[in-house]
């Protein structure tokens, strides 16, 4: 009987402005993903202290990796064989700013991240490379108009360019689909791929996330 095959998750991270991903080349041994709220406590006349829950927190990422110098049996495919290539690609995301989708395949580990940080070094003689790879999970902002009198009553919340509505691609969606669902328009898709950077419009995949501008911007 054949021995059972073991697939190894994948960690990726996706630059989706580039619409390009580095998977890393060995499959870290563990990850641990926080979620949580702000919870405030104050102290009330006669109650004691109440927890108010507040805002999600943005959580901070931490995965050790190894970037191997040698091919090794636990490689991903078609892993390359340069350890300082990944740290260099790993420095250029942390100093450009650049905005991640930090995704584990086969679970619903999606998420929007920078690089904080990197710490690398070598330990064995073998020329691999050891990292501890440090994320903080992103949050798109929003800018506030107010009135020019400062009537706070008057403020609206709105978009800035940075802040583009955006559509996380899900298993059966097509650009066509999305342009209908977004502007009553299937036939924009050709324009959105353009404004998305994707070469071929008629391939997306799941976990993609597509930029939906205003439709005077396509």
């Given at each position: 009987m054949p021995k059972d095959v073991i697939k190894l998750k994948k960690?990726?991270?996706?630059?989706?402005?580039?619409?390009?991903?580095?998977?890393?080349?060995?499959?870290?041994?563990?990850?641990?993903?926080?979620?949580?709220?702000?919870?405030?406590?104050?102290?009330?006349?006669?109650?004691?202290?109440?927890?108010?829950?507040?805002?999600?927190?943005?959580?901070?990422?931490?995965?050790?990796?190894?970037?191997?110098?040698?091919?090794?049996?636990?490689?991903?495919?078609?892993?390359?064989?340069?350890?300082y290539a990944y740290v260099k690609k790993f420095e250029d995301w942390s100093d450009n700013h650049t905005i991640l989708r930090?995704?584990?395949?086969?679970?619903?580990?999606?998420?929007?991240?920078?690089?904080?940080?990197?710490?690398?070094?070598?330990?064995?003689?073998t020329g691999d490379v050891y990292a501890t790879i440090t994320m903080r999970e992103y949050r798109q902002l929003s800018a506030v108009q107010v009135s020019k009198t400062g009537n706070v009553a008057r403020t609206a919340e709105v978009k800035t360019a940075t802040t583009a509505q955006t559509h996380i691609v899900k298993s059966g969606d097509t650009l066509s689909a999305i342009c209908r669902k977004y502007y009553g328009d299937a036939s924009l898709y050709p324009k959105l791929a353009a404004f998305n950077n994707i070469k071929n419009p008629n391939l997306i995949y799941v976990g993609d996330v597509i930029k939906i501008p205003d439709r005077s911007l396509l």
């Open positions: 960690i990726i991270f996706k630059d989706t402005e580039k619409n390009a991903e580095l998977v890393l080349p060995v499959t870290p041994p563990s990850f641990e993903v926080p979620h949580g709220i702000n919870i405030e406590t104050i102290n009330i006349h006669t109650l004691g202290d109440v927890a108010l829950p507040g805002y999600g927190t943005l959580a901070t990422l931490k995965i050790d990796c190894m970037f191997p110098a040698k091919k090794y049996p636990f490689n991903q495919p078609n892993t390359e064989l340069a350890p930090f995704i584990v395949s086969d679970t619903t580990v999606n998420i929007p991240v920078l690089i904080k940080e990197i710490m690398y070094g070598e330990k064995d003689g």
